[in-house]
Nanobody
């Protein structure tokens, strides 16, 4: 399975952006998919996750009122709608897929497949 992210860009604070993640390969049946991000000099952090089958969603506190994760199972796509962007949202955003359990949905180690990342820059 291969994941590829799209949609990163330079945007002004207060603006919106939609990231997409496309999955390719013969077999794709994750339990969870997620978005993580990594800013310069910081550790990779969980942003949002979604249960692939039921669609239940999970968010980091810092984004829960501004971001929305979704997926299209038929198209094997995952999305992250980001609204009211802030300069602190500047990071490389990564798409991830894994077959972990609910208690590990926010842990990067629970995901076995990662995209190459897409840069999001929010100017003040």
């Amino acid at each position: 399975v291969r994941l590829e992210e799209f949609g990163g860009a330079l945007v002004q604070a207060g603006g919106s952006l939609r990231l997409s993640c496309a999955a390719s390969g013969d077999t794709f049946s994750p339990t969870y998919m997620a978005w993580f991000r990594q800013a310069p000099g910081k550790e990779r952090e969980f942003v949002a996750g979604i249960r692939w089958s039921g669609g239940h969603t999970y968010y980091a506190d810092s984004v829960k009122d501004r971001f929305r994760i979704s997926r299209d199972k038929a198209e094997r796509m995952q999305y992250l709608q980001m609204n009211v962007l802030e300069p602190d949202d500047t990071a490389i955003y990564y798409c991830a897929a894994g077959r972990g359990i609910l208690s590990t949905v926010r842990q990067a180690t629970a995901y076995t497949t990662w995209g190459q990342g897409t840069q999001v820059t929010v100017s003040s």
